[in-house]
């Protein structure tokens, strides 16, 4: 997985007549690549790095201690010194961002937090130009950490030599984040649940694409996966699309939309109410449910029978106009 690029610092005129400091923190989307925080985005090949952008850390019930390791690389031509920390984040909005919660005041704070519990091995890290510096980061598996999932960032934030702003400047500063998912089993609960589908189809035209909405009711990440499918009143399906194809994440007590592109897969000629149905899971089980919802559709029958219809139409008032106008009489 690639890491986060970003390049050096930058400093503009202030907007107001006064201190500003801006740390450039995005928040990020849970998706496929689980793309992360990083200030000011730099050409490929330059700026830093920190690696992996994401990991998962799994705890086990009696583990005295979890471990793992991130990767800062410094692909510009000045040595850097980076200041470490930790934050917790959690759900930003239903399309999959996440936002950093900021070190809570104590362990109950962020339900599903990592930051009280995890441990640096140490609070800054000089990269040299051109080189590379890893840092470990210890979880603690004490009694107050409850089973389930728990998520946090480590930061690292690029130090200027110039130190803070100064006058009526606005400053940016560069900070990097690894995205920490840890998972303390013997209590973990999955609880999947489909609350809700929309398709974008009309009367006259089959849906092309469905929305799912997800709840996960339990205490750990998921990953849904699925099929939906559409079919006629006679049960033939007529079109299907995979869920998730992006394999994005739902953390716990969390809401999630996917949207699924529907393709044709027969000819829907009948006209009637068309069913769409969802069958879905998530990522390690093989147990299934579905959803259902419906839509009235026309039909191709329809639309050609009316089609039919609209030209013996324009043609009988073509042929009567002229059956009419040939039999006025003539003057002179």
């Known amino acids: 997985m690639a890491g986060s690029d970003a390049a050096g610092t930058a400093r503009r005129p202030a907007l107001k007549p006064r201190l500003l400091r801006v740390v450039a923190i995005a928040?990020?989307?849970?998706?496929?690549?689980?793309?992360?925080?990083?200030?000011?985005?730099?050409?490929?090949?330059?700026?830093?790095?920190?690696?992996?952008?994401?990991?998962?850390?799994?705890?086990?019930?009696?583990?005295?201690?979890?471990?793992?390791?991130i990767k800062l690389t410094n692909r510009t031509g000045q040595d850097q010194n980076f200041r470490l920390s930790t934050t917790d984040f959690g759900s930003l909005d239903e399309e999959g961002g996440v936002a950093f919660l900021g070190q809570p005041t104590s362990e109950l704070q962020h339900r599903y937090?990592?930051?009280?519990?995890?441990?640096?091995?140490?609070?800054?890290?000089?990269?040299?130009?051109?080189?590379?510096?890893?840092?470990?980061?210890?979880?603690?598996?004490?009694?107050?950490?409850?089973?389930?999932?728990?998520?946090?960032?480590?930061?690292?934030?690029?130090?200027?030599?110039?130190?803070?702003?100064?006058?009526?400047?606005?400053?940016?500063?560069?900070?990097?984040?690894?995205?920490?998912?840890?998972?303390?089993?013997?209590g973990e609960v999955h609880d999947l649940r489909l609350v809700s589908q929309t398709?974008?189809?009309?009367?006259?035209?089959?849906?092309?694409?469905?929305?799912?909405?997800?709840?996960?009711?339990?205490?750990?990440?998921?990953?849904?996966?699925?099929?939906?499918?559409?079919?006629?009143?006679?049960?033939?399906?007529?079109?299907?699309?995979?869920?998730?194809?992006?394999?994005?994440?739902?953390l716990p007590e969390s809401f999630r939309r996917y949207q699924t592109p529907l393709l044709s897969i027969a000819p829907a000629w009948l006209p009637g109410r068309y069913s769409i149905t969802s069958t879905y899971r998530y990522d390690g089980s093989d147990q299934t449910k579905t959803f259902t919802t419906y839509v009235w559709y026309a039909g191709l029958l329809i639309v050609w029978i009316m089609a039919v219809l609209v030209a013996m139409a324009i043609g009988g008032l073509a042929w009567w106009l002229w059956w009419r106008g040939g039999r006025r009489p003539r003057r002179g």
Do not use: C
């Open 27 to 69: 928040a990020v989307a849970l998706a496929s690549g689980w793309p992360f925080a990083a200030a000011l985005a730099g050409p490929v090949g330059r700026g830093f790095v920190i690696s992996p952008a994401f990991q998962e850390v799994g705890v086990a019930a009696g583990q005295p201690q979890a471990q793992f390791q």
């Open 113 to 186: 937090g990592l930051a009280s519990w995890m441990t640096l091995g140490s609070n800054a890290v000089f990269v040299p130009a051109g080189a590379s510096a890893s840092l470990t980061v210890y979880i603690d598996n004490r009694a107050s950490l409850a089973p389930g999932g728990h998520y946090g960032a480590v930061l690292a934030t690029a130090v200027t030599e110039g130190g803070q702003p100064s006058g009526d400047h606005v400053g940016v500063q560069q900070v990097l984040s690894s995205l920490v998912l840890a998972d303390k089993t013997g």
């Open 199 to 250: 398709a974008n189809g009309q009367t006259w035209r089959l849906p092309g694409q469905s929305e799912q909405r997800f709840q996960n009711a339990g205490n750990v990440h998921v990953i849904p996966r699925g099929i939906v499918e559409v079919k006629d009143p006679l049960g033939r399906v007529v079109g299907r699309g995979a869920m998730n194809a992006e394999s994005g994440m739902i």
